[in-house]
């Protein structure tokens, strides 16, 4: 599977969930890659701005779209990657602002 073809896969589906992908298409291309290698490489969809530990419980949290995508929709526009915005963030009604990561420090794989 193709970046581009994840793309028209997840959009439908995802949109119905109230995620919008990034309008920066070249941008939202290379973190859909970056899903995918995750996936030929793990097994599952885990985040592509994220390190994975391959133990998929102890994953869980940041498959994407993580457990902290909403939140960080709802708080700053934009999911910590920027994969998945807000409608407001892609008129540019908010501006691009850093994400801080929610992910709690014991979970990141050093």
Known sequence: ???EELYNKLKTVQE?????????????????????VN??????????????SGN???????????????????EFGSCYCGLYVSREWNEGVIDPVYVPERRPPEKTVF
């Open 1 to 3: 599977m193709t970046a």
């Open 16 to 36: 119905k969930r109230g995620l919008i992908f990034n309008k920066d298409r070249l941008r939202t291309l290379e973190l859909l890659d970056g899903l995918l």
């Open 39 to 52: 996936k030929e490489r793990y097994g599952y969809l885990s985040c592509p701005c994220r390190v994975a």
């Open 56 to 74: 998929l419980q102890h994953d869980r949290d940041i498959i994407c779209p993580c457990l902290y995508c909403q939140p960080d929709i709802e």
